[in-house]
């Protein structure tokens, strides 16, 4: 987690890899899965293959959770 949020939902840029969201948040590869996997079960990321990398990006539901919880309401 980043200041409140999954950290790959809150990198404001381009969907990050796997690899990419363990070394910003400074934990493995494995528990970032497993927490992708909660999120994409949850219905707020999906993570798309591109060649031998799975990236992640947060869904509708996902980002409107988030600009929620930026600004303080609740929807």
């Excluded at 994409?40 to 990398?53: C, F, Q």
């Amino acid at each position: 987690m980043v200041g409140g949020c999954p950290s790959f939902l809150c990198f404001g840029e381009a969907a990050p890899t796997t690899s990419e969201v363990a070394r910003r948040a400074g934990v493995t590869s494995a528990t970032v899965s497993e927490h992708v996997r909660i999120l994409r079960e949850a219905g707020l990321t999906a993570s798309v293959r591109d060649r031998n990398t799975v990236l992640h990006v947060p869904t509708p539901l996902g980002l409107s959770l988030l600009t929620a919880n930026r600004s303080g309401e609740v929807r």
